[in-house]
C-alpha cells in the first residue's frame, strides 16, 4: 500500500523509495551487470541490510533478477521488457541501421547513434567499418561523459534548459568556459568534433524530429589519415547522414543515400 499524507499525496518515504530504485538501476551498465547487496550499499550510501532489502523487494517485481554469484542481482525481465518498448517508441532505432553501415563504409569508421538517457546521451546503436584491421568502437548502452561529441552536440539543441544548467553547475569555472564555447560551436556549425585520448576522434551531429533533437550520429575513429577539417568527405557524410535520417523521420520524400553518397564523392 502507498503510503499518503492527509491530502492524499505520496509521502516523502514514498518518494524517497522510488529515488533509490532509480539510483540503484543507474548502476548497471556494460561494464556492470551484476552487482551484490553490499555494493549497492557502497556505492548508494545505504546500510547492507537495506541495500538488500530494496534488492530483494526489486527482485520480487521482477526489476531486478539473481545474478550467478553468490548473493548478487542483475537487471530484470521486467526492465528488459520496458527498455524494448521504450526503444521501439524510438522511430529513430528502427530507421537508423541503413544508415549507419552507410556511414561506416564511406567514412571508413564505427558508427555510432546515441539517444538522451536521464541526464547524458546513452550509446543505442554501433555498426563498425568490416574493413578495418583494426577498429574503435564503443559498446551499446554506454553512458557518454561530458567529454563526448555527442554529449555536447545534445547539450547544444537540448530545450531542457535546466538539465544543462544542472549538469554545468559543479564544473570548475575554466571546464565550464571551454564546455560552453563546444556548446556554441555545435549549435553553430551543426556539428562537434572531440579529440579524445590515444589519437582517436568522435565527432557527432544533431538528428532532429518534430519534437527536437531526438539523437546524435556520430563517427568514432584514429585520427591518423582523418581529415576532419570543415567541409571535409568526412564531416559532410556525417551531417548529410544526420540531416537524411531527420528528413525520414519528418516523412520528406528524397533519397538520402544518394545524398549521403554525393557528400563523400
Known amino acids: 500500500m502507498v503510503n ?5 499525496e505520496p509521502s516523502n518515504l514514498d518518494i524517497q523509495s522510488v529515488s533509490r530504485v532509480g539510483q540503484i538501476l543507474g548502476l548497471f551498465g556494460p561494464r556492470t551487470v551484476e ?13 547492507r541490510t537495506t541495500a538488500y532489502r ?12 539473481r545474478g ?32 549507419l553501415e552507410d556511414l561506416a563504409r564511406t567514412a571508413g569508421s564505427t558508427a555510432v547513434l546515441s539517444l538522451w538517457g536521464v ?9 563498425e567499418n568490416p574493413t578495418r584491421t583494426v577498429v574503435v568502437t564503443v559498446r551499446p548502452g554506454t553512458q557518454l561523459d561530458l567529454e563526448a561529441s555527442q554529449t555536447r552536440v545534445f547539450l ?26 563546444a556548446i556554441y560551436t555545435a549549435r553553430r556549425t551543426g556539428y562537434y568534433v572531440s579529440k579524445l585520448p590515444d589519437g582517436i576522434y568522435g565527432a557527432a551531429a544533431p538528428v532532429f524530429d518534430e519534437y527536437g533533437i531526438c539523437a546524435t550520429v556520430a563517427l568514432l575513429g584514429s585520427e591518423i ?12 557524410a556525417l551531417t548529410s547522414t544526420a540531416a537524411a535520417l531527420g528528413a525520414e523521420l519528418a516523412g520528406r520524400e528524397g533519397e538520402p543515400n544518394a545524398k549521403l553518397r554525393r557528400a563523400a564523392e
Open 68 to 99: 550467478h554469484r553468490k548473493g548478487s542481482f542483475t537487471l530484470g525481465g521486467l526492465v528488459l521488457q520496458l527498455g524494448i518498448h521504450a526503444l521501439h517508441r524510438k522511430r529513430v532505432v528502427d530507421i537508423a541501421p541503413a544508415y
Open 54 to 65: 530494496y534488492c530483494a523487494s526489486m527482485a520480487s517485481a521482477g526489476i531486478l533478477e
Open 225 to 236: 589519415g582523418a581529415d576532419l577539417s570543415p567541409g571535409s568527405p568526412l564531416l559532410s
Open 35 to 47: 552487482l551484490t547487496a553490499a555494493e549497492v550499499a557502497e556505492r548508494v550510501g545505504l546500510n
Open 119 to 127: 541526464d547524458r546521451p546513452v550509446v543505442a546503436l554501433v555498426h
Open 156 to 181: 547544444a539543441h537540448l530545450t531542457d534548459h535546466q538539465t544543462v544548467e544542472r549538469m554545468m553547475e559543479p564544473l570548475p569555472a575554466p571546464q565550464r568556459a571551454e564546455l560552453e564555447a
Open 4 to 8: 499518503t499524507e492527509p491530502g492524499g
